[in-house]
């Protein structure tokens, strides 16, 4: 049956280009304010090429649309596709490159109230271009690992020429909030860890249990589901009284730090929720270990514990890790949350940005803990991609 | 019935089936016979056009499929497969309605016609009706699968290495069934296997092919008796295709009257030569009595005469 | 027609029911709050005002559902159309994008989401709605696919062969048997709205959420603690809403056992 037209090109790329076009020229790409209160002047993309970059920029966007307008009547042809992902990271740094120029050029040097913001348009131009190329990567069909590698190496020429940026009130901001992220950061990834290493250990604990004696699996499932269902701000605040009394008790503890507020039932509250992936996956991971490897392992006289540590949980560990990545990239989300109970961490700068309508403090700690997620998610699939490459 | 004519497939630069020129009778059981990979099943699903074919043409009752429209085409035509496909979300009745239900059947025929089918499945409706597949064993499970293929009353049953994935008490219960329901409705089909015996059990006439190209096309017999080429003596079995020629003729011209007292040793009527001689090597002996249903002696054989033309 | 029906919901087995029992606990709590006074005020003595009256419970709890509802039944509607039209001729070619943005709501918090309405839609019910339903959209777009896809090939082929059309495809055989999957990620976008709903409090929502929030500021325990109980009631009956549903919808059908491991967003 021959193809039809949709079928032959790249509608999804199709798409991307067609919306790109339409951002490009109806949103704006910065906005221009002389303070913070104002929302500012929206600027164009025609705005800041024409008169700053001249005629040359607008011919590197007609040289773009014409690959990507040959990349789409060639779906299958991977020179392309690999052209069209260099282009999309070329894209990336070059639209910073871009608003970092023109603020620069527009902010008086003594002026410490204007400030240009990144617009609706440029944030969407940076999503379709890393969205086309994630496309041409999946389309170059290579190894998971090989595609997570181009997946990271798209931010590099961005992250490359960062410092062309530092004009834009984004980097301002950073810059006179830097003392307060990094500890945040510091702090976030301390509850994290505090969280998910102990839910390991109890976890394993647990589901080696949970193996041996029946009546213990229904019994946990039945309460680490339970948690699961009520929402984490509920067990956070529900945490908050019984800690809260135990401090009263025992004095001791309260000096130890263990209180109400802060980070006691932050991270009793994330342990909680990490053990559930944990569990469930350690025990998956044990079950699908062969009784008749168990055996022989016994018929050789190991004890119980060595046949664990030496047999079962090897076997078990590469269903594990698909557990403890949920975990931790879970947890790493609601890190965020426990910063309403006093926990600190890069929650903390988020809700105080979001309450003094900071727009840009908001955008500066919710991009680290997309980003430790992500970094954690990828960390994960490259070690289970590694693990099961088959040994020669 | 359906004729192929110069049919070829190319598939991602390799050719898959070439030049296939083949024409299916109505009412035989054609066995498409042939090792892995050589386009046997490939060849069914054209016929279906479940894959379509390149060059040439597949005409069905004298008419090209391509001017069908498909899914009229498909609804008749009967289709089992080695994994059932079976519906697990419907029951075995639900499942066997399904193309008398596409056909717009009014429900009491439909309803007839599946009790019908199950009972010629060997299979008690009123037992199986209401099971759904995960309650059945893998062979009920394949018997629900060519009752669902057979319901709609189709011109040909397409079957593609149903009973391959059976254990061989099933497969060959299930064997029997199929050339019993061939007898007995005369319909057309067209089956797949690489499975020489089953091949020379069931088939009016044999298509061997390797490669995507037909080797030979014939009797059971005339494969074995006169193979084409050396594939095909191979492939039928050079070492015991003479014992598997002996499995293809019956026991009855063979039969004399008895000389003395009955042998110890009785052979049904109805067995084949094969059947005898490994009753003889068992027993060590080289006369049986020949006995009927009601195992009244008939006559006796010996192993001399079943060697004779 | 399934093997076990579930059996009916007469009056008298509600209240034998753990559903029936929370929804019951829920409703009293709702608008019986201020008749706590006592049993509050004996627990927190030192709290001048042990018990939240500032608004209605009752309200709460149903702008509260009123959120969740409307911003579940957007997403599971944007979720479920996205997927299947990836089963069309057309749609085949979005589905690597498809797939990218359901994992990607495995990674991204949605308080994150929520964080980042803000600035683009301001303060109020409309960023929580849009970022509810963005992130509703997610678990249930990949609970669509990864239902599609656990249709078994052979069943696919064989219904394909006894000439059902491509709609006849979709409506008899794709949905029924994608039905355990899908109904498993709606229900998991629906617990996860409730509590991201909660935390829509902070962007200026109304919803069950301001309780804890407004005990947490003040430093009245006993405000979080008749939040979060709502909150968390209303989270327990929902989920055992969903099981019932599941029950009626698919009886002894279990979900196929190689689910990808859910992990909890909210």
Not at chain 1, 141 to 166: D, F, K, M, N
Not at chain 1, 326 to 346: E, H, K, P, R, Y
Not at chain 2, 32 to 55: A, E, I, Q, Y
Not at chain 2, 67 to 73: A, K, M, P, R, W
Request: hydrophobic fraction near 50%; charge should be positive.
């Amino acid at each position: 049956m021959p193809l039809s037209l949709v079928q032959r090109c790249n509608p999804v790329l199709a798409l991307y280009l067609a919306l790109a076009m339409g951002a490009a020229w109806s949103l704006p790409f910065l906005r221009l304010a002389p303070n913070r209160l104002l929302t500012g002047e929206a600027i164009y993309l025609r705005d800041v090429l024409l008169p700053h970059g001249g005629q040359g920029g607008a011919a590197w966007l007609l040289v773009l649309a014409a690959l990507l307008c040959v990349a789409i009547g060639l779906p299958k042809n991977r020179a392309f596709q690999a052209g069209v992902m260099v282009a999309m990271a070329c894209s990336l740094a070059g639209a910073w490159l871009l608003a970092g120029h023109f603020a620069r050029s527009v902010t008086p040097a003594d002026n410490m109230y204007a400030r240009t913001t990144l617009g609706s348009g440029f944030w969407t131009l940076c999503a379709l271009a890393w969205m086309a190329a994630l496309d041409a990567i999946h389309r170059l069909q290579l190894s998971t690992l090989q595609r997570l590698l181009l997946q990271g190496a798209l931010w590099l020429p961005l992250l490359l020429l960062l410092h062309a940026g530092q004009h834009l009130s984004i980097a301002k901001e950073y810059a006179n909030h830097r003392d307060v992220l990094l500890p945040a950061l510091l702090r976030h990834l301390q509850i994290v860890l505090l969280a998910v290493v102990p839910a390991l250990g109890l976890g394993l604990l647990l589901a080696w249990r949970m193996t041996r004696v029946p009546p213990w699996r229904t019994a946990v499932f039945t309460v680490l589901n339970v948690i699961q269902t009520i929402p984490s701000i509920a067990v956070f605040g529900l945490l908050m009284g019984p800690l809260a009394w135990l401090a009263l008790q025992w004095p001791s503890l309260g000096h130890a730090g263990i209180s109400g507020l802060g980070m006691a039932p932050a991270v009793l509250a994330l342990l909680m929720y990490a053990l559930l992936p944990i569990v469930r996956s350690a025990l998956a991971g044990l079950e699908q270990v062969s009784q008749g490897t168990v055996h022989a392992a016994r018929a050789m006289g190991m004890s119980q514990r060595q046949v664990f540590l030496q047999v079962e949980l090897p076997l078990a560990w590469p269903v594990l890790l698909i557990g403890l990545r949920t975990a931790l990239v879970q947890t790493i989300g609601l890190a965020a949350v426990s910063a309403l109970v006093g926990a600190g961490g890069l929650g903390q700068i988020m809700f105080d940005g979001l309450y003094s309508a900071a727009n840009e403090l908001v955008m500066l700690s919710v991009i680290p803990i997309v980003l430790l997620a992500t970094l954690a998610d990828t960390f994960f699939k490259v070690l289970g991609a590694l693990m099961r490459t088959p040994t020669k | 019935m359906i004729s192929f004519q110069r049919v070829s497939k190319c598939h991602e630069g390799v050719a898959a089936i070439t030049d296939l020129n083949l024409h299916i009778q109505a009412g035989e059981l054609l066995v498409l016979l042939g090792p892995s990979g050589c386009g046997k099943s490939t060849v069914l699903k054209m016929v279906n056009r479940m894959v379509s074919h390149d060059g040439g043409e597949i005409l069905f009752n004298g008419k090209n499929i391509n001017g069908f429209d498909v899914q009229d085409l498909r609804r008749r035509m009967g289709y089992a497969i080695q994994s059932t496909g079976l519906f697990p979300h419907r029951t075995v009745a639900q499942n066997i309605a399904t193309v008398p239900s596409l056909l717009d059947w009014e429900p009491r025929r439909v309803q007839a016609r599946v009790k019908d089918m199950l009972t010629l499945l060997a299979m008690d409706p009123k037992e199986f009706s209401h099971r759904l597949p995960h309650q059945l064993s893998g062979g009920q499970q394949q018997r629900v699968g060519v009752a669902r293929a057979l319901a709609a009353d189709p011109d040909v049953l397409l079957m593609d290495e149903p009973f391959s994935a059976l254990d061989p008490v099933t497969r060959a219960a299930l064997q029997l069934s199929l050339k019993e329901i061939h007898r007995a409705t005369g319909k057309t089909i067209l089956f797949v296997t690489h499975d020489i015996d089953e091949a020379l059990l069931l088939a009016t006439r044999i298509a061997l092919l390797k490669q995507g190209r037909l080797v030979q096309v014939g009797t059971p017999l005339e494969l074995l008796q006169q193979p084409a080429n050396d594939f095909a003596a191979d492939f039928l079995g050079r070492s015991d295709g003479g014992l598997k020629q002996l499995s293809l003729r019956p026991l009855a011209p063979h039969i004399k009257a008895l000389e003395g007292a009955p042998a110890l040793h009785t052979i049904s009527h109805t067995a084949t030569l094969k059947e005898t001689i490994s009753l003889m090597a068992t027993h060590r002996v080289s006369v049986l009595s020949v006995v009927d249903d009601h195992k009244a002696v008939l006559g006796q054989v010996q192993a001399a005469d079943l060697l004779e033309n | 027609m399934p093997q076990t029906r579930a059996r009916p919901l007469n009056a008298t087995r509600l209240w034998a029911h753990p559903l029936g029992w929370s929804v019951l606990a829920l409703l009293v709590l709702a608008y019986g709050l201020p008749h706590t006074q006592p049993l509050f005020a004996a627990l927190f003595p030192e709290l001048p005002r042990p018990v939240y009256l500032q608004e209605p419970m009752a309200e709460l709890l149903w702008q509260h559902l009123g959120l969740v509802l409307l911003s579940s039944t957007a997403a599971v509607t944007l979720a479920t159309s996205a997927g299947l039209a990836t089963t069309r001729q057309t749609g085949q070619a979005f589905k690597p994008l498809m797939e990218t943005l359901a994992n990607m709501g495995q990674t991204i918090p949605p308080v994150a989401v929520l964080a980042l309405a803000v600035p683009a839609v301001g303060f109020g019910e409309w960023p929580a709605l849009i970022a509810l339903t963005l992130f509703g959209v997610l678990p249930v777009l990949q609970a669509t696919l990864a239902g599609l896809a656990s249709v078994p090939p052979a069943v696919l082929d064989s219904a394909r062969a006894m000439g059902m059309s491509p709609r006849q495809l979709l409506m008899e055989v794709q949905i029924p048997l994608a039905l355990p999957l899908w109904l498993a990620g709606v229900r998991v976008s629906v617990i996860v709205n409730i509590g991201t709903a909660a935390i829509a409090s902070t962007v200026g929502a109304k919803t069950l959420g301001l309780p804890i929030l407004t005990g947490l500021s003040g430093f009245n325990t006993a405000y979080v603690i008749q939040g979060a109980v709502m909150v968390g009631l209303l989270a327990i009956a929902t989920d055992l809403a969903f099981d019932r549903l599941a029950l009626v919808l698919h009886g002894d059908r279990q979900a196929p056992a190689d689910q990808p491991i859910k992990g909890r967003w909210s």
